[in-house]
């Protein structure tokens, strides 16, 4: 996996498009359509990344589903925040994104599911493909793209007044996905299962999702999630605001979970990225130049052997 941002020699950028007014719609109402159509990007721009090392991951990948970014540019107004971000995320892989705070990580990873056209003012310029389609392309649905990539913020958010079967429970309602009662107990056990939660609160699922302690809310949040079998699973720093055991619990989870599905996670903690990432992308960004992939690899390569001294630099803790 590698990216030439970084690098001279590019093809003229594509024009940004403006995708404010449709995310206006779209935040109002899941299924609007009128959003952002954005421009074709050569294929000759796109940069492969090489197989990975095997395991679980590759042995059911033909069940899963990668995620690709091509000359992906972002701007909030005039102010361009990404740079032509070209990265390939492997299916069945925990992809990490690491990068000093306001170098455009979670911007990235919100243009991921389209919720970057949500923020009035917003454009961006580029593709995100999935199955080797552009989600933002003309006529696909916004709810249908979070539907099956998923997203776990920073802090949790469950529902806090509502029980905990209903919180993973709402996932499939939001979604506009209807089952019998007995298909949705099934899953409800199961999301809470795949997320690590089940044995802790198989016996109290009345529970309000408010009563549970901060990393179980996380993983509740996750269960929340894998309720409507997402593709992709984007998580943004969903750690940072945990103690050290429940931050261990999640990271459990993530481990748990790869294989299944796709994992992105954007974290601040170097340690967290090695644990549990295979692929490793470093976001940098100056104060006259936007966030762009200075380097991207296996996250052993990245760590223990960096191409660029500014990732040695970083991943050793000598700035950011």
């Known amino acids: 996996m590698t990216d030439t941002s970084a690098a001279g020699g590019h ?3 594509a024009q940004p498009v403006p995708v404010g007014a449709g995310a206006r719609a779209s935040a109002t109402d899941p299924d609007a359509t ?12 796109a940069v492969s990344a090489p197989a990975g090392s095997g395991g679980p991951a590759e042995a059911a990948a033909s069940d899963l589903h990668g ?46 599911n389209r919720m970057h056209e ?3 003012g917003a454009s961006l310029a580029g593709e995100v493909l999935l199955e080797g389609a552009d989600i933002y392309a003309s006529g696909r649905r916004p709810a ?4 099956r990539i998923g997203m776990v913020f920073q802090r949790p958010n469950p529902f806090p007044g509502m029980s905990l079967y209903d919180n993973v429970a709402s996932g499939l309602k939001l979604a506009g996905i209807k089952v019998s009662r007995d298909h949705r107990d099934h899953l409800v056990e199961t999301s809470l299962i795949r997320a690590g939660l089940w044995n802790e609160v198989r016996n109290r699922l009345s529970t309000p ?9 996380q993983r509740l949040c996750i269960a929340r999630s894998l309720a409507v079998s997402p593709d992709v699973l984007l998580m943004d ?3 940072s605001a945990l ?15 790869r294989g299944r599905l796709t994992i992105v996670i954007v974290t601040h903690n170097m340690q967290q990225a090695q644990r549990v990432s295979q692929s490793c992308a470093f976001f940098l960004a100056t104060h006259d130049t936007p966030g762009r992939i200075v380097e991207a690899g296996d996250t052993e390569q990245v760590f223990g052997d960096p191409v660029d001294s500014r990732t040695a630099d970083y991943v050793n803790g000598r700035f950011g």
């Open 34 to 45: 009128d959003t952002a159509v954005l421009p074709r990007v050569p294929p000759s721009e």
């Open 67 to 112: 995620i690709e970014s091509r000359a992906v540019s972002a701007w909030f107004g005039d102010h361009k925040v990404l740079d032509r971000v070209s990265l390939r995320m492997q299916a069945g892989q925990v992809t990490a994104l690491i990068g000093p705070s306001g170098c455009g990580k979670s911007t990235y990873l919100r243009i991921l």
């Open 237 to 239: 720093e969903p750690c």
């Open 243 to 257: 103690d050290p055991t429940s931050t261990r619990r999640v990271e459990e989870t993530i481990a748990e979970l």
């Open 11 to 13: 093809a003229p950028e």
């Open 209 to 217: 999702g408010g009563a549970l302690s901060g990393g179980q809310q």
């Open 144 to 147: 249908d793209v979070r539907r």
């Open 118 to 120: 949500m923020v009035r």
